[in-house]
């Protein structure tokens, strides 16, 4: 590389570590990156890959008990001495007791996920210690949960994978980033590239999350055939799920379609029935929802049955191409990075447009 191509690509890390450095400081990692947390995939191997590679990796709790929890939680760091975090759907029956074991096995950091969170979660952490990260769907939500003591945020757009929102990534942070200066906030849905990375991070960003790229990585326990399936895959096949009924609202979520979609289909017409009739109330049916999906999920990502179980992907799906090492994953996102402020560096030097 000629010496000015080195100065510039040397500068632009320099940037780069600039631009991540409130998220790096906040996680306690080399990359301002959180792994996405993706049910029955981001368990401890995942985990401790990503961490160990430098980057955040975050537990996905789902419909894991607290016994599986802890147990979890003990495997993960007996494979990396690396800071990694729980994700907890907050809709969990026994959200308490998970809480309390993040708490007990000496968690640093606990996202709180599937809704605003409740004020008795957010006090029992921060009592703890332990680092709140919540969603922000909106400015004002994001503000009133840091008055209820939420210490960081994820803006998550709907190219997500899994349970998304109605709006665009790009368009969230518009709406939040330049606004919101309080804490750190972490940029997710749609992200497969560092070229992606670093424009976030220049609006204002502390840092990513990034969860389908990670799908394929050569640690992930992902079944042969689920992998395939997304080696295989266009953004254009990760689709969002459909809501039967207004007044029974249900997260999207989105996946690559099969028969699983038709299948959700009719879970939802059972909840919707059996809440009409009075046989479960609301909070009741939107869980007998998520059991599904917990159901679905492994069936496609652990045993295999890629058309009747579910196959969750955000849209930056198209942008996996191979398996690869977590590591290597995460230093080609880097590069990407780096490279793309590199360009913007040239452009301004040379006066293009």
Known sequence: MPLTGWMNSNSARTELDALSARGREFLGVRYAIVGG?????????????????????VIATGSLSPDELREEIKGTFALTDKPFGVNVI????????????????????????GGLPPRTATERLNKAGVKVIAFAPTLMVAKKMIRQGVDAF?????????????????????????????VPIFVGGGIGRGDAMAFFLQMGASGCQIGTRF???????????????????KARDAQLSVQLDPDFPVIPVRALTNKATEQFFEAQRDAIARFRSGELDQKAAQLVIERFWAGSLRRAIIDGDTENGSM???????????EQPVAEIIEELMDQAVSALCRGRERLSTGAG
């Open 37 to 57: 947390a993706m049910t029955w995939l981001s368990e401890r191997h995942l985990v401790a890959a990503i961490s160990n590679g430098g980057a955040f990796g």
């Open 215 to 233: 799908v394929c990585a050569t640690e992930s326990i992902a079944h042969e055939k689920f992998k395939k399936a997304f080696l295989h895959a």
């Open 90 to 113: 907050i809709m969990h029956p026994e959200l308490d007791e998970l809480l309390q074991f993040c708490i007990d096995e000496g968690v640093g950091h606990v996202v709180l996920a």
């Open 154 to 182: 994820i803006i998550e757009g709907m190219e997500a994978g899994g349970h998304t929102g109605p709006v665009a990534t790009s368009v969230l942070c518009q709406e939040i980033l330049p606004h919101l200066k309080d």
């Open 312 to 322: 969750m992907a955000g849209q930056s799906v198209g942008m996996v191409v191979s």
